[in-house]
Nanobody, 121 residues
């Protein structure tokens, strides 16, 4: 598994961004995938996760109702649609693949590089 996150940028509060996580080795189709984020001075935190077939998803309370995780198995890509962005969403966002197929918030072992999301007022 070799993950590449993209799609970050600068957006005004209330705006939207879509992050993408692609597996260049095309091997994570049977793995759960998660998104995490880390702000300066804070620990990395769980954002969202999706099961291997997209049938199960769950979210951190802080993003529930605003963010949507999805995956396109044919494209070997997982997405994070982020709507109604808030200042506190500013962070480096990372995608990660889990060794198992069930979506969960911990235990991820394959990590991509991050993509910066900055929300301005």
């Amino acid at each position: 598994v070799q993950l590449q996150a993209s799609g970050g940028g600068l957006v005004q509060a209330g705006g939207s961004l879509r992050l993408s996580c692609a597996d260049s080795k095309r091997t994570f189709s049977n793995n759960a995938v998660g998104w995490f984020r880390q702000s300066p001075g804070k620990e990395r935190e769980f954002v969202a996760a999706i099961s291997w077939n997209g049938g199960n998803t769950f979210y951190a309370d802080s993003v529930k109702g605003r963010f949507t995780i999805s995956r396109d198995r044919a494209k070997n890509t997982v997405y994070l649609q982020m709507n109604n962005l808030k200042l506190e969403d500013t962070a480096v966002y990372y995608c990660a693949a889990h060794p198992r197929s069930v979506a969960q918030s911990y235990g991820y072992i394959y990590w991509g590089q991050g993509t910066q999301v900055t929300v301005s007022s």
